[in-house]
């Protein structure tokens, strides 16, 4: 057993701390890091099966130019040489980086060194600005910095936690395992979830608002008028350390004077509205957490500045157990906010209007130019490519043809763009194909840094594994080009370490460390001087962190001082407003987009286990039953899904009918994508309306309808080996253990289904051994194909979605000989008796599906998911689908 290595998930915003090591068969092994004081040794599934995840298949390993091999060296100068060639033709600014909030911090200091620095243009942007923008832009007018004041610990130390916006239970579930962990250990702990669809967080909410889409700002302001009524204000508090009260006042009066007025704009009962007001008003410790579900509007920025205005008024902000706590989605968002990774940034938190910040960031970095004007916003950043205003992007670490808005824009921006360099791990994905040059990136495991969470806490990621084929450091990467740009002194870094203590050094740089207050929030040059030794040893801290906070800082603005120009915090008078776009009665359903409880963004990584891809295979949509009797959909049909921007490429995924979804609205998740299916890019359909303040995109409110897909033959595939071509109108794959599966379906029937079906399965093989039945009056077809009497693949075609057990069939390619019975079943589409389907996974930890679940909860009786989990260990582990077993337990009683 190699020694332990203690590192950071590398998903989401909390940042759990992990140890990996690799078992003498060589497997790494992932356990939760006990120590670590985001995750106190918990870990979720998508942690937890972080080992699954590691390994060769789909890696890039070599450079290469316009898809051919070519070493680093000629890479490497062909990057810089035609960088510098567009520069030298077209200015600074017909070049831009497009970076992410998966990159390390160390990374993400030397992009924006050289790009803001060097190259002398603002155009780096992140997919960050996707992500939490909007509650970066309204703490930065709140606040006057960009600072989250809270710590993870203040969720356990609140008597009233507000989560809106958030579906924590899937998208940050170690919080929400604490959260529900501290409400066991505290009755007294209110949960409140304002969210118009009842997600798996809504399991701990004593108070559920489903409210209206696209109206949390006219509740936030009800409730600040409410607290004006009712005597709340903290006067001591406003009167000293706040400034703008009156104006804002007006302004929420104006459309949110009362709970009559809330409940009919936010579509509530009223007595719910005043039920959570009152819970609000009289308890002193209130957390409100936010995540997408606030920042992802046309008016996401204020949104948020609508939750920090009621804090502000009450005064809950900077003492234990309160404050507005923005819950950012990715796992270095924070980090590369630090760095200026978004393109109206500077490093350290500085600002490129103000002049006498850019001179010190130009005279800490020796520069030659600094950037006087903010660079192009994400959005706008591949506008101004499609426009062939920007002729060279370099994108690291993300694939924006699947995630910003308008997706197919972006792509054929891409196709049409003089240069695109991508810097990635994975060979495939739906970005990598338009670049004239791929670089291979470390991935994790491989590299080395610091990431910083949501609760400002910096974390070391370490390297275990030694870096594979020729993939290097992304830092390392930028730095080798820009030496070859000509800045060789100032990128000579050969550590990570080298790279953050210039990065702390900045921070402290002229920040006035003598005086009570430093005139920067983010300083962190109490790690300036650190060895290597202690770079590498460093223990996870939050910032701030100076030589007078050595062992950083749990909350801020407890004193009261803020980084505006008064030192007070700000009222932001917040007016009404809707969607960009309205529904229409061609686009009659509000679509909102989301994460599922076991991907990743784009599935590079998660789609790579088994388990992650067992809990949902497919790309769905969720639709509440009347929605989805009006639309003539029903539950296991296929639909498609279209918007304005759509065109012909209609949105395909599988309907899920639930009243959990709003009637009016419908869910599709994020993750799927060309790699995954035919047609289930959502971005695709989604307007570029961004927030004036902020950049960040509507992914929450786009007007779309919804159409039966009308397929004529459902089909499901096994196959050992991932297929190169599918010929079905309609195909979904996903991981399952040793094989793929695929679930496909079309709109016309071959004339021949052998041919089809050999054609599909008998991929690169001369002989097979092939047996199959037909029923060509009934439509269903079956047939397997067979390798020294393994089974090698089969498909099953039929004229509806039920088709056979699934469970049974993968457990049949774990034999190495298929016997007789097997063979006959195959055919028969049957298991031989007295073989059970555990049917779609619900715990990833311990492999339980739903049928296993049902049968067991109705057989024995169980009550609650610590009964379930005492007979079948379901939700004992990362306890991520606890929230799922209590709803299969609620529905499962009825059928007693
Ligand atoms: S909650 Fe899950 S995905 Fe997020 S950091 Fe922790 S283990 Fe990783």
């Not at 190699?2 to 090591?21: D, N, Q």
């Not at 991907?599 to 286990?609: A, D, I």
């Not at 897909?709 to 297929?723: E, H, I, M, P, Q």
Request: glycine content about 6%.
């Amino acid at each position: 057993m190699m020694k332990e290595v203690k590192t950071t998930c590398p998903y989401c915003g909390v940042g759990c701390g992990v140890i990996a090591s690799l078992s003498e068969e060589g497997q790494v092994v992932i356990q939760a890091d006990k120590d670590h004081p985001s995750n106190f040794g918990r870990l979720c599934s998508k942690g937890a099966a972080l080992g699954d995840t590691i390994g060769m298949e789909g890696r890039l390993l070599y450079p290469e130019i316009d898809g051919n091999t070519q070493n680093w060296n000629t890479a490497l100068n062909t990057v810089a040489y035609r960088f510098q060639e567009i520069i030298n033709q077209h200015g600074p600014d017909s070049v831009a980086f497009y970076v992410s909030g998966q990159l390390l911090t160390e990374d993400y200091y030397v992009a924006n060194k050289l790009m803001k620095g060097f190259i002398g243009s603002a155009n780096i942007d992140t997919n960050s600005r996707l992500c939490m923008s909007s509650a970066v832009a309204a703490q930065k007018r709140a606040f006057g910095s960009d600072t989250v004041p809270c710590s993870y610990e203040d969720l356990e130390r609140a008597k009233l936690i507000v989560l809106t916006g958030s579906n924590a239970a899937w998208c940050h579930p170690v919080l929400f395992q604490r959260i529900k962990k501290a409400k066991v250990d505290n009755p007294d702990m209110m949960v409140v979830v304002i969210d118009p669809r009842e997600t798996a967080t809504c399991d701990i909410a004593d108070i559920h608002l489903a409210i209206k889409p696209g109206t949390d700002h006219v509740l936030f302001n009800g409730l600040l008028v409410h607290l004006k009524n009712h005597n709340e204000k903290n006067e001591i508090f406003v009167n000293n350390h706040t400034e703008g009260l009156e104006a804002t006042l007006i302004a929420a009066e104006s459309f949110a004077a009362s709970i009559a007025a809330v409940s009919k704009l936010c579509d509530l009962k009223e007595q719910t509205i005043e039920k959570f007001y009152r819970l609000f008003a009289r308890t002193e410790r209130v957390v409100t957490a936010y995540s997408q579900g606030i920042n992802q509007w046309s008016s996401g920025t204020d949104r948020v500045n609508s939750i920090i205005n009621c804090h502000l008024y009450s005064g809950r902000i900077g003492r234990p157990g309160m404050g507005p706590f923005s819950l950012t989605g990715q796992p270095n968002a924070m980090g590369g906010r630090e760095v200026g990774g978004l393109a109206n940034q500077l490093a350290a938190h500085m600002s490129i209007e103000n002049e006498s910040e850019r001179n010190l960031v130009k005279d800490f970095w020796q520069s030659p130019a600094i950037p006087d004007k903010e660079g192009l916003k994400a959005v706008d950043l591949f506008d101004a490519i499609d426009k062939g205003k920007i002729k060279a992007i370099w994108i690291m670490a993300t694939n924006p043809a699947v995630s910003l808005p308008d997706s197919h824009k972006v792509q054929r921006a891409l196709e049409n763009c003089e240069f695109v360099v991508v810097s990635d791990c994975m060979r495939h994905t739906d970005t990598t194909k338009y670049a004239n040059v791929l670089l291979p990136a470390q991935t994790w495991g491989e590299r080395d840094g610091t990431v910083t969470n949501s609760e400002r806490r910096i974390t070391r990621q370490r390297a275990f594994l030694p870096s594979p084929g020729e993939a290097h450091a992304d830092w390392w990467i930028i730095s080798e080009v820009a030496k070859r740009m000509g800045y060789s002194e100032h990128f000579a870094f050969t550590e990570a370490a080298d790279i953050f203590k210039e990065h702390a050094a900045l921070s402290g740089y002229k920040n006035n460390p003598e005086s009570e207050n430093t005139i920067r929030d983010f300083d962190i040059s109490g790690l300036k001087d650190l060895s290597y030794k202690e770079y590498d040893d460093l223990e996870p801290v939050q910032w701030p962190v100076t030589n007078k906070s050595r062992q950083g800082t749990a909350r801020l603005f407890g004193d009261g001082f803020f980084y505006t120009p008064s030192s007070k915090a700000r009222f932001i008078a917040v007016k009404h407003s809707f969607p960009a776009d309205s529904l229409s009665n061609e686009y009659p359903l509000s679509l909102n987009t989301g994460r599922i409880r076991d991907q990743w963004h784009s599935m590079t990584r998660t789609g790579k286990s088994a388990r992650l891809s067992g809990h949902i295979y497919e790309p769905f949509i969720q639709i509440h039953p009347e929605d989805a009797k009006l639309f003539s959909v029903m539950d296991n049909d296929l639909a498609e899904v279209s918007s304005v921007v759509s065109g012909q490429n209609k949105v395909v995924c599988r309907v899920n009918v639930t009243k959990s979804q709003k009637h009016g609205s419908v869910f599709v998740p994020i993750h799927w994508n060309d790699q995954f299916s035919s047609n289930a890019l959502v971005d695709s359909l989604i307007q570029s309306n961004v927030d004036p303040f902020s950049g960040q995109p509507e992914f929450k409110y786009t007007p779309v309808n919804v159409k039966p897909y009308s397929a004529r033959w459902y089909g499901f595939l096994l196959s050992r080996r991932k297929l190169d071509v599918i010929n079905a109108s309609y195909w979904s794959c996903s991981r399952a253990q040793g094989l793929w599966r695929y679930e496909i379906a079309g709109i016309q029937e071959p004339e021949d289904w052998t041919e089809c079906a050999r054609n599909l399965l008998c991929q690169h093989a001369d002989k097979v051994e092939w047996t199959e039945y037909q029923d060509a009056a009934a439509s269903r077809y079956r047939a397997a194909r067979i390798e020294n009497g393994r089974l090698e693949s089969c498909i099953f075609i039929g004229p509806e979605f039920i088709l056979p057990e699934r469970d049974w069939l993968l457990n049949l390619f774990k034999d190495d000989l298929l016997d007789k019975k097997d063979r006959t079943s195959l055919l028969t589409g049957k298991p031989v008796s007295g073989q059970k389907d555990a049917g779609q996974v619900v715990c990833s930890c311990f492999n339980v599906g739903i049928n296993t679940l049902v049968k067991q909860i109705q057989a024995q009786q169980l009550k609650t998911p610590e009964q379930v989990g005492d007979v079948l260990l379901a939700g004992t582990n990362c306890g991520s689908c606890i929230p799922e077993i209590r709803s299969i337990i609620k529905n499962s009683a009825v059928l007693i």
